[in-house]
């Protein structure tokens, strides 16, 4: 009220990890844990209050307006709600001819580029002379993506895409994003937090909790061999059609602490079945387990 600082909330702490040209990092967790804001401070649309971030080869984090500007064009980001991403009062054509107007503009034809566009992602040319309200959410969500990739990006932010969509939508979205990525060479950091679509899109998975990243490697690592309690209870929460496919299974109970008073110690302590003195106290690091795999957790280092 008084217009002081009282506290501080750390979205995101400490967290690292690369992401090589042509490959999907899946970012998962659960509501809350930082995954959002992580995907917004890769981008810069957040300031982190430290670290670094390296975009091609070059240190981002004090790039100015200007040359931050310049750098939208290769770096864009698709929200989560398409209803709320596209603005109402525009015309389909003009959604994705803005980021082709601001950045490229003079360089290409704008129409062509959104018939193109439009092509690209499943919708008919006619789709530019309508308003978002006249789409499915699916369809809206085909209108986004070609929006993000009317700059000719390199790398693309997704921001939990499939989840205001109906299931049967989900599926058409996702492999839509793939084929993309294929046929454009592009970059994703794909955040979910679904397990099941994560493994569909990624090369490899950081597994996220109250701002930490707690686990992280290939996907093949994490479904086969995961090691962190979090991750192992993520993965028994996937519903399967065999009803003994989970005996033994580790359950979430309870809520997720707040970030802005994490516990001490290993943040998951609260939750975690295998819990011991050493956990409430001491936070673990996250160690490299060789092969690209590492983890955060007591009883594994
Ligand atoms: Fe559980 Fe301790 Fe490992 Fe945290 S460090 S996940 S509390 S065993």
Same mark, same amino acid.
């Given at each position: ?8 909330? &750390? ?38 209050? /430290?670290?670094?971030?390296?975009? =091609?080869?070059? $240190?981002?984090? *004090?790039? $100015? ?16 709600? @398409? ?32 018939? /193109? ?9 006619? +789709?530019?002379?309508?308003? %978002? ?10 209108? !986004?993506? !070609?929006? !993000?990739?009317?700059? $000719? @990006? ?16 989900? !599926? ?30 990624? $090369? *490899?998975? +950081? ?17 086969? /061999? ?6 192992? =209870?993520?993965?028994? =929460?996937? @519903?399967?059609?065999?009803?003994? =496919?989970? *005996?033994?299974?580790?359950?979430? &109970?309870?809520?997720? @602490?707040?970030?802005?008073?994490? %516990? ?8 975690? %079945? ?6 409430? *106290? ?20």
């Amino acid at each position: 009220m008084l217009g002081r600082v009282t506290g501080w909330v &750390r979205a995101v702490d400490g967290v690292s990890f690369d992401i090589y040209e042509r490959e999907t990092i899946g970012v998962v967790g659960e509501s809350g844990c930082g995954k959002t804001t992580l995907g917004r401070t890769v981008l810069r649309l957040i300031e982190p209050t /430290e670290g670094i971030i390296i975009f =091609a080869g070059k $240190n981002i984090t *004090k790039f $100015n307006k200007k040359r931050l500007r310049s750098l939208r064009k290769d770096m864009q980001i698709v929200f989560q709600d @398409p209803y709320w991403s596209l603005n109402p009062m525009m015309l389909v054509r003009d959604i994705i001819a803005e980021p082709i107007e601001e950045h490229i503009k003079g360089k290409i034809k704008v129409e062509e580029r959104v018939c /193109e566009l439009l092509k690209l992602v499943g919708l008919p040319e006619e +789709a530019m002379w309508r308003y %978002p309200h006249e789409f499915s959410g699916g369809q809206r969500q085909r209108i !986004a993506i !070609a929006r !993000a990739l009317s700059t $000719n @990006p390199k790398f693309i932010v997704f921001d939990e895409p499939t989840s205001f969509l109906d299931v049967s939508v989900q !599926a058409h979205i996702i492999n839509l994003i793939s084929e993309l990525q294929q046929k454009l060479n592009l970059t994703y950091m794909f955040i979910s937090h679904n397990l099941g679509v994560i493994q569909h899109v990624s $090369n *490899k998975i +950081a597994v996220m909790y109250v701002g930490k990243i707690v686990e992280m490697g290939l996907v093949d690592q994490i479904f086969e /061999e995961p090691l962190h309690p979090y991750t192992q =209870a993520l993965l028994d =929460a996937i @519903p399967v059609p065999d009803p003994d =496919a989970h *005996k033994g299974r580790v359950l979430l &109970r309870g809520k997720v @602490p707040s970030p802005e008073n994490p %516990p001490q110690g290993c943040r998951f302590h609260t939750r975690c %079945p295998y819990k011991m003195e050493i956990c409430t *106290k001491t936070e673990p690091q996250l160690s490299d387990m060789g092969k690209l795999h590492k983890v955060a957790c007591h009883l594994i280092s």
